[in-house]
């Protein structure tokens, strides 16, 4: 069985750009979240999606949203991208709201230059 | 406010040796403990949990240890071997209606031949 997928593995933007990450969750598990992770720090969350609704958000910018659709598959939207936003920005998806084990893809590291 | 903090941000074994990762959290209303390894360019990877209502809890080569008096965390691993350099970061889950995780530091662990 396939892991969580994140596409694209690698991006190089301009400051003030737009940026789409997506996530594809393991088969089965409804629940996505997203983390960013600056180099050298531990992970920080975003969001977390469950059944298409927004259940957790983080301490982050309205410059940063998301989405899930009907297939669970989700996507991570930056706007006005900040050379700060520079980052590796992990998918974790779990099977249901409250399920305690979050299985991660392999991320998506974001250059903004 | 949250935070989960790590004693020792390095930490070098040499192979076969036991090795002990530390972390202290601040939320005493956490319930559930995590530890993860992260290999460089790959998103976390679950190793063991552990819930709030046990001490101490055994996986293969590793054994996580929670003292919930003095908020502390520690995950130890057996004969250490190569596979085991990566950085380690423990996290907690944080309750508010979505499953955050929040993370520490990170523990960066390396294995001396």
């Known amino acids: 069985d396939a892991g969580v997928t994140q596409s694209p593995t690698h991006l190089i933007k301009t400051r003030g750009q737009h940026v789409t990450l997506r996530c594809s969750p393991i088969?089965?598990?409804?629940?996505v979240s997203w983390y960013q992770q600056v180099l050298g720090q531990g992970p920080q969350f975003i969001f977390q999606?469950?059944?298409?609704?927004?259940?957790g958000r983080g301490n982050f910018p309205d410059r940063f949203s998301a989405r899930q659709f009907p297939n669970y598959s989700s996507e991570l939207n930056v706007n006005a991208l900040l050379l700060g936003d520079s980052a590796l920005y992990l998918c974790?998806?779990?099977?249901?709201?409250?399920?305690?084990?979050?299985?991660f893809g392999q991320g998506t590291r974001l250059t903004v230059v | 406010g949250e935070s989960v903090g790590l004693h020792l941000p390095t930490l070098s074994v040499q192979e076969g040796d036991n090795s002990i990762i530390n972390c202290a959290y601040s939320?005493?209303?956490?319930?559930?403990f995590i530890w993860y390894k992260q290999e460089s360019g790959k998103g976390p990877q679950f190793i063991i949990d552990?819930?709030?209502?046990?001490d101490k809890r055994q996986g293969q080569r590793v054994t996580v240890l929670l003292n919930k008096t003095v908020k502390h965390l520690s995950l130890q691993i057996a004969a250490t071997q190569p596979g085991d350099s990566a950085v380690y970061f423990c996290?907690?889950?944080?309750?508010?209606?979505?499953?955050?995780?929040?993370f520490g530091q990170g523990t960066r662990l390396t294995i001396n031949p």
């Open positions: 974790a998806s779990s099977l249901a709201n409250l399920n305690t084990e979050a299985f």
């Open positions: 552990i819930r709030s209502n046990m």
């Open positions: 999606y469950y059944e298409k609704e927004e259940r």
């Open positions: 088969s089965g598990h409804k629940s």
């Open positions: 939320n005493s209303a956490s319930d559930y």
């Open positions: 996290a907690e889950r944080s309750f508010q209606g979505a499953q955050k995780l929040v």
